[in-house]
Structure formats: C-alpha cells, structure tokens
C-alpha cells in the first residue's frame, strides 16, 4: 500500500474539532484503509419475541435452549438470544424434532394404537 492514496488525517479533520471527533474520524479512516466496515452490533431479543419470531410458545423456546438447539444468553440477569441465530433456527428444530420424532418410533410411542374394538 503507498502512502500516496492514504488520506492525511489534517485534511479529514475539521478545524476545531474535539477528541471524540478525532478519534471518530481516525477509526473511519483506517476502516476505509483496511477496507472493511466493523460488524454490525448484535441485536438481543427476549424469550417472548423469540417465540414469536418462531411462532411457537415461550415453553418451546425454555425446552429448545435446554436441549441445546437454541442458545441463549445470560445478560442483565435474564436469557436473551441473537435476533440472527433464531431467525436461522427452523432448520435445527425441524432436524432436532425430526430425531425426536424416530426416538419415540423406537420406544413405540410415536402414535397411539388405535383402540380395539371390544
């Protein structure tokens, strides 16, 4: 990289302007040089609106982190989730009930047996 297509910093920088400033504009400037933005923040999201993204109950949602499908977050003294990992979930809780749909076959409790007729 040649310093030639490096901005100088005195020319991106308004007079007068404080440290937050300063400092805002040295980190969009070695952003641009890197070429690359920083990550977006993470959007956290409660139980609740977990289960309405899903469409499913809150109960699903407790039962689905204790099985490992979903993964929540302890923060500020309660669960929360990444709003991108449960919009990414329906394929692990279809896949997670699909094997507990076999495990019950395999125990012979998948359907009822239709009752006798006496």
Known sequence: MSTES????????????NDTELEATIR?????EMGHAPPPPEEWITPRQAAKLLD???HFIDHWRKQGVLV????F?????????IEAAPPKIAAFKHEARLERIARGRATKE?????
């Open 77 to 85: 003294g309660k669960t929360l989730y990444k709003k991108h990992e």
């Open 28 to 32: 969009r400037i070695v952003r641009e």
């Open 114 to 118: 239709p009752p006798t007729g006496r």
């Open 56 to 58: 499913v109950s809150e």
């Open 72 to 75: 929540g977050y302890r923060q």
């Open 6 to 17: 490096i901005t100088p910093v005195a020319e991106a920088v308004p007079l007068g302007a």
